[in-house]
């Protein structure tokens, strides 16, 4: 944590202020304690009218005896002031000493105090930091009293409410969106291979009618990509046991034929791995690690499918440099990098989806540039 904490702004401010009164106090004491102590030069002199000389029957004392004799007077008062002053001096050291030892005490007992009142601040904090687009079901639940704490703990679980209910029904709108769009999609491919099929087609209409087709398919993987990702979003209804590794294997087996279009060498290392999810949403996963590797790469490049325990799955490629800073944006939908690594076949929602169905896993997807180009895609599931 960067800077000073709450809790030790709120300490330091109780142990100051208790020092603050502890030093007032004490500078009170002193000032009654010095004012009731009588001055040793009156104090004598009035002792001397005022002696009774039936108390000492064995020698007459009289304050004409006393008064008489100056050097009694004078170590008289010289004892008492010393008494005066040892007696200040004794209460200032043990006023100063009790009080340093008080104030080690507020300060103790101010850290503790603070950390109770900032313990619906850490839950507020620690809700906060898990909360997701793919996890609102988290809230702090905060029980106490009526206060302002109570208070902004209950607004804050209001908020989550309503964010909860809007990522809900835009998840709901995409999916519905993306379902109801496949079909006039389907249709308009089926219409304009029925037209192409007509040997009398002339050839500006045909060329125009590959265009169409080459538009829809691309139009129809983009509505595919939504509804994975809509899926993935809303979390898994049910989990079943899955082997990745087996998933990976198959994968990479359906993509040869790609690979070598594309004059790329794919090679994997699978180890058995067992997750719990979505057979269907993992195999995307990997479809889309492994065809994004392939299709941004260069001819003569290579493709390592690595499978283990921790991370679960490396997917590494050649090919053209990637920035550093470009990276978190490729997993952004409809996010491609400009130059090379763009293609107009794609929509850009094949590593959002393999982000969004890593987390609906319980794991994370994480990125990084190849040291002489390409791309490290680092997936961790859970078990």
Request: a neutral charge; aromatic letters at 4%.
């Amino acid at each position: 944590m960067n800077g000073v904490s709450v809790r030790a702004k709120l300490t330091a401010l109780y142990g100051g202020l208790f020092l603050l009164v502890g030093m007032v106090l004490m500078a009170i004491n002193y000032i009654l304690v010095n004012d009731k102590l009588p001055e040793p030069a009156s104090f004598v002199a009035t002792a001397a009218r005022t002696i009774d000389v039936t108390a000492v029957p064995t020698q007459e004392v009289s304050p004409t005896i006393i008064a008489g004799k100056p050097e009694a007077v004078a170590f008289a008062v010289d004892s008492l002031a010393d008494f005066k002053s040892t007696t200040l001096s004794t209460l200032l050291t043990q006023s100063i000493i009790a009080l340093v030892i008080t104030a080690v005490l507020a300060v103790l007992l101010g850290w503790v105090v603070a950390s109770r009142v900032l313990r619906p601040l850490h839950s507020i904090t620690a809700t906060a930091r898990k909360l997701g687009a793919e996890n609102m079901e988290r809230r702090i639940n905060h029980d106490g009293p009526q206060d302002e704490l109570k208070e902004l703990a209950d607004t804050f679980d209001g908020m989550l409410d309503r964010l909860a209910v809007s990522f809900d029904s835009q998840k709901r709108f995409v999916a519905n969106a993306s379902h109801e769009l496949r079909t006039p999609l389907a249709v308009q491919r089926t219409l304009v291979e029925v037209a192409m099929a007509d040997p009398d087609v002339k050839p500006e209409v045909r060329k125009l009618g590959e265009q169409l087709l080459y538009t829809n398919e691309r139009s129809e993987r983009m509505i595919e990509g939504l509804l994975v990702l809509a899926r993935s979003d809303r979390g898994l209804v049910s989990r079943s046991p899955v082997r990745l590794d087996e998933i990976a294997s198959a994968v990479v087996r359906s993509s040869a034929a790609m690979a070598e279009e594309a004059g790329v060498t794919i090679e994997s290392r699978v180890r058995p791995r067992m997750v719990s999810g979505d057979p269907i949403l993992l195999e995307r996963l990997v479809t889309n690690l492994v065809h994004n590797a392939i299709t941004y790469n260069q001819r003569g490049g290579w493709v390592h499918v690595d499978v283990g325990n921790d991370p679960a799955l490396v997917v590494r490629n050649s090919g053209p440099m990637v920035p550093l800073d470009a990276v978190p944006a490729l997993f952004e939908p409809f996010r491609r990098l400009s130059g090379e690594r763009t293609d107009s076949r794609n929509a850009g929602l094949g590593l959002s989806i393999v982000r969004s169905v890593a987390q609906a896993h319980g794991g994370t997807a994480a990125a990084e540039p190849g040291r002489r180009g390409g791309l490290i895609v680092t997936v961790r599931l859970g078990h």
